[in-house]
């Protein structure tokens, strides 16, 4: 599976946007993006994922480049609650899953 | 709630000793993977299940073992304990090539004094 890398860390106001960056610069035609987060000791939450078109749930929206070399995930009003550690992970759908350091978010009042 | 049950929460050991932690996957998921979280390490991947099957290993340690039963219930077993053992496990189920991921339960913290 295809490395990403995410900044270590990243702050946000409650009721902005936040915006975390992943690049997947190695990333195939096959592996898909995933984005997760973990709450303080939770188990991880699957928030969303991609190939190559943008997607949006309820949770959060997922910008992917053209070239899909990187991507960005949206959190469109950020609450206290969103404070967690994000994880970016490129992925074939019969892939196994593997975290790395991910960015911790820290949202503030 | 996830779907996906482990039991116990808590669990707190001597060194030396043995503990069996369990997963139930979410109804119909036939993989199940078993996740270690130690506090100066990341999610560490241990090993993977399908349907009863061995699948996949990671940075499991020999002194560790995990089967999954014909109801696809999983069991991790964590033999001669030490210090260092001390962590949340996750066990998290998938439905074989489900694009919606990995579901995740909510932990075995394991305590090992």
């Known amino acids: 599976d295809a490395k990403t890398t995410q900044p270590t860390s990243m702050d946000c106001a409650e009721g902005r946007a936040a915006n975390l960056p992943c690049n997947h610069s190695?990333?195939?035609?096959?592996?898909?993006v995933y984005w997760y987060r973990q709450i303080h000791s939770q188990g991880p939450q699957y928030i969303i994922h991609?190939?190559?078109n943008n997607e949006t749930n309820e949770m959060a929206s997922l910008i992917i480049t053209e070239d899909r070399k990187s991507s960005t995930l949206i959190l469109p009003h950020a609450t206290l609650r969103d404070t967690a550690v994000y994880y970016c992970?490129?992925?074939?759908?019969?892939?196994?899953?593997?975290f790395g350091q991910g960015t911790i978010l820290t949202v503030h009042p | 709630d996830s779907g996906v049950t482990q039991t116990p929460k808590h669990l707190i050991t001597a060194t030396g000793q043995r503990v069996t932690l369990r997963c139930s996957p979410r109804?119909?998921?036939?993989?199940v993977y078993w996740y270690q979280q130690s506090l100066d390490q990341g999610l560490q991947f241990l090993i993977q299940?399908?349907?009863?099957?061995?699948?996949a290993k990671g940075n499991i340690l020999e002194r560790f073992s995990a089967q999954q039963f014909p109801d696809l219930h999983s069991e991790l077993n964590l033999s001669s304990l030490e210090l260092g053992d001390s962590a949340l496990y996750f066990c998290?189920?998938?439905?074989?090539?489900?694009?919606?991921?990995?579901?995740f339960g909510s932990g075995t913290r394991l305590t090992v004094v």
């Open positions: 998290a189920s998938r439905a074989w090539g489900s694009f919606y991921g990995y579901t």
């Open positions: 190695t990333i195939s035609g096959n592996e898909y």
């Open positions: 991609g190939l190559k």
């Open positions: 992970i490129a992925l074939t759908s019969y892939g196994k899953l593997t």
């Open positions: 109804s119909g998921d036939l993989s």
């Open positions: 299940y399908y349907n009863g099957e061995e699948r």
